[in-house]
């Protein structure tokens, strides 16, 4: 494969990890620039990737303003900090790595899958559990008619509780007027691999759920706003803070809370105290749903219910076909197919097959990569690569969604798109 050059913007989780790619596989990636508003992030990645300061700035516009440089552009800025440089690197003509959701409201999408369609240029949306084991293998057994026609599915989301508390009440994606909501934020994961699996287009939309727990009518006596103010609760409650930064070393939210790399124990109690992730999480700002519940009709008849809930934890997913049906779990990385005919399940344990689990997102945030450098470069790529185009119509489902949630109403999708 062709070697490629890239340049970042945003330096947080997500884009370090994809940036990861290059110091693995030095033949194939180069970072040539980063644009992090925060030092010790930036200065990361200057030392990873051997960057020179003046291709190390604190903003993204600042990268944008320079002439191109790179093959392709990672963005993994804020999710309300994607539509502005999207635009303005696929003008440049770079292609791009964009991390999901493309933008906050369905208008920028749409004007991000356009802008690229005229300029000619190749997105990947960071859709990367299509590059997993788990569900390419569940794709594969589908597209092979083993269990016919898919007819029902079932799937879910667990946040699980603590990714809830971090994410979507204490944190960056807790109000949905600064980020986006939850179910774009956290599921368009989900409405991307639900459509890629069932294989044709969703018709119609509704759905139900809401902020039910996460919020000041659930607040236990006493407890003060800030958890380290001593909270007569601390030894009992599922979302106190020290335990969960401190004593967990592995833990990647570290950093986050500090707001600095290789944060120390004294830096996160620090933080805990002045900053939001020390906020008792029935005294938040948050606005976003802590569970929700998505009914979709597909072309064909096929019908899928999708819960997304912090309270539980892993995908699981059921589908029922016409002649088997199959389950399921993520989590323990098997799949169960019961063949109708024969009366008999055949297992997959993914352990023991192609490629274990090595990475984040189950080896999606790896697998992406490899299969970004054959798209970039023209090579043959896996079934997982999607068009731009794609990826704003499976973006559009949780769109749909949130509308419907909120106007108690079915959402026709095609009238929907229309509408934007």
């Known amino acids: 494969m062709k070697k490629l050059t890239a340049i970042i913007l945003g330096y947080g989780m997500r884009g370090s990890t994809y940036a990861r790619f290059a110091v693995d596989n030095p033949e194939l990636l180069e970072i040539k620039a980063v644009a992090e508003p925060e030092i010790s992030r930036r200065e990361k990645a200057q030392k990873l990737h051997n960057i020179p300061d003046s291709l190390a700035v604190d903003t993204w516009e600042k990268l944008c303003e320079l ?15 994607h539509y502005a440089p999207a635009l303005q690197l696929i003008e440049k003509g770079y292609n791009l790595l964009l991390e999901k959701p ?27 559990l299509r590059f997993t084991n788990f569900w390419y293998t ?130 996160i109690i620090e933080a805990l105290h002045k900053g939001p992730y020390g906020r008792c999480v029935f005294a938040c700002d948050n606005d976003v749903v802590d569970h929700q519940t998505v009914n979709m009709e597909f072309e064909g008849g096929c019908t899928v219910v999708f819960t997304m809930t912090a309270f539980t934890e892993g995908r699981t997913i059921r589908i029922l076909g016409t002649n088997g049906e199959i389950d399921a779990n993520m989590t323990d990385n098997t799949i169960k197919v019961f063949d109708f005919i024969t009366n008999t399940t055949e297992t997959y344990d993914l352990d023991k097959i192609g490629e274990t689990i090595s990475a984040g997102h189950g080896g999606g945030d790896t697998g992406i990569m490899i299969d970004l450098v054959k798209y970039f470069t023209g090579e043959e790529t896996s079934k997982s690569i999607c068009s731009i185009r794609t990826s704003y119509l499976n973006h559009l489902i949780a769109f749909a969604a949130e509308e419907s949630r909120l106007t108690d109403t079915v959402i026709d999708l095609q009238k929907f798109s229309d509408s934007i």
């Open 102 to 128: 493309m933008a906050p409201n369905a208008k920028e999408c749409k004007e991000i899958a356009e802008a690229a369609e005229r300029k000619g240029v190749k997105v990947i949306v960071c859709h990367v």
């Open 138 to 267: 569940l794709k594969n057994i589908l597209d092979n008619g083993k269990i016919g026609t898919p007819m029902t599915v079932i799937h879910t989301e667990g946040v699980e509780r603590m990714h809830q508390s971090h994410s979507f009440v204490r944190g960056n994606w807790r109000n949905s007027v600064e980020s986006s909501p939850m179910i774009l934020a956290k599921s368009c994961h989900d409405t991307d691999i639900l459509q890629w699996l069932i294989g044709k287009p969703c018709k119609k939309v509704q759905s139900f759920g809401g902020r039910d727990y996460f919020k000041a009518e659930n607040r236990p006596e006493g407890a003060p706003d800030r958890c380290l103010d001593n909270c007569p609760h601390k030894d009992t409650c599922k979302y106190e803070p020290i335990r969960f930064y401190t004593e967990m070393k592995d833990n990647p939210w570290r950093d986050v809370v500090a707001d600095r790399v290789d944060a120390t124990n004294e830096e």
């Open 67 to 81: 002439p191109k440089m790179a093959d392709f552009a990672i963005i993994s800025t804020q999710d309300n900090m």
